[in-house]
């Protein structure tokens, strides 16, 4: 028997032979497998739970208390109004997300491309990144009025909802722009890179996963943004999107429909983060740590 025999029969985990540890190995994954099962079952189920729970003692509350619809409806009232009233609210709800998503689009485009510019040319950046900031902290209740006055209702919806979004994308492209593995900047300049393959093939490769974090937070910032201009707009007596049929309903005492709409814009942020999430996802999936570990 040769000097490694004993070694390799006894097995390399444990002083156990092959065939156990194997059979170990086999169990820990399995285990392992059942955990992280529960986990996924656990995170979509508790929430759900939470929110029938809640669901459920806001009706009994209201019909116990006999609390009247103009001051809280129940749940069941709301549900059956977004029915009843479906037509009116999808109208307005198309027009809010067709707002959205412009601004959104805009942002995108925007950000990304000043942040290339800022970053190619510091004199750039010094001169317009602390107007970029300006922009972001003067709060858009302030600003929706102003635009609504020299700019058509529709092109100052548009505006505000574009001003919201455009900062995080901006500032995120820009740090991302800005954070590239040195070591790796310096192999390009090693092999005599120009700048723009530095910038296509190193930067904005690196910078993908802060674009693509500025463009999730965009995301809802742009319909925070064209909610406030339309709530603006109705004030003036003019809106048609969503957020003016909740303000309008308000006027009216129309409280059923004010929480119906209401729901259907949670529903649209929801479905616009996680939709946002997924392309994030399937960007990052195959090499970066944040997709890997976390999935969606």
């Known amino acids: 028997m040769s000097a490694d025999g004993p070694i390799f029969a006894a097995g390399i985990d444990g002083g156990q032979p092959p065939q156990a540890a194997v059979a170990r190995r086999r169990v820990g994954n399995r285990s392992r497998s059942l955990h992280e099962r529960r986990d996924r079952v656990l995170r979509f189920a508790l929430p759900i739970a939470v929110l029938v729970a809640g669901l459920a003692i806001w009706e009994a509350v209201v019909r116990t208390e006999r609390i009247p619809p103009y001051v809280?409806?129940?749940p069941g009232l709301?549900?059956?109004?977004?029915?009843?009233?479906?037509?009116l609210l999808w109208q307005s709800l198309v027009?809010?997300?067709l707002t959205t998503v412009e601004g959104f689009l805009l942002?995108?485009?925007g950000g990304v491309g000043l942040a290339i510019v800022f970053n190619q040319s510091p004199l750039v950046e010094y001169s317009l990144y602390p107007y970029a900031v300006i922009l972001q902290v003067t709060p858009i209740v302030a600003i929706a009025p102003l635009l609504?006055?020299?700019l058509p209702q529709q092109a100052a919806v548009?505006?505000?909802a574009w001003i919201v979004a455009f900062f995080p994308v901006l500032a995120n492209t820009t740090l991302g722009l800005n954070s590239i593995d040195r070591n790796l900047a310096?192999?390009?300049?090693?092999?005599?890179?120009t700048r723009g393959q530095r910038l296509w093939n190193l930067k904005l490769p690196s910078a993908l996963p802060y674009i693509l974090g500025g463009?999730?937070?965009?995301?809802g910032l742009s319909l925070i943004g064209a909610v406030v201009a339309e709530i603006a707009a109705g004030s003036a007596g003019a809106g048609s999107g969503l957020a003016y049929r909740i303000a309008e309903s308000g006027y009216r005492l129309n409280i059923p429909r004010m929480f119906a709409a209401l729901l259907l814009l949670s529903i649209t942020g929801i479905v616009i983060f996680y939709l946002l999430s997924l392309v994030n996802y399937f960007a990052l999936r195959r090499w970066h740590e944040s997709a890997l570990q976390a999935g969606v």
């Open 95 to 97: 027009v809010t997300l």
């Open 148 to 150: 609504l006055i020299y």
């Open 186 to 193: 310096d192999l390009f300049t090693l092999y005599g890179a």
């Open 72 to 74: 809280l409806p129940a």
């Open 215 to 219: 463009l999730r937070i965009a995301g």
């Open 78 to 87: 709301i549900l059956r109004t977004l029915v009843n009233d479906w037509t």
């Open 107 to 109: 942002a995108a485009i």
């Open 158 to 160: 548009l505006a505000c």
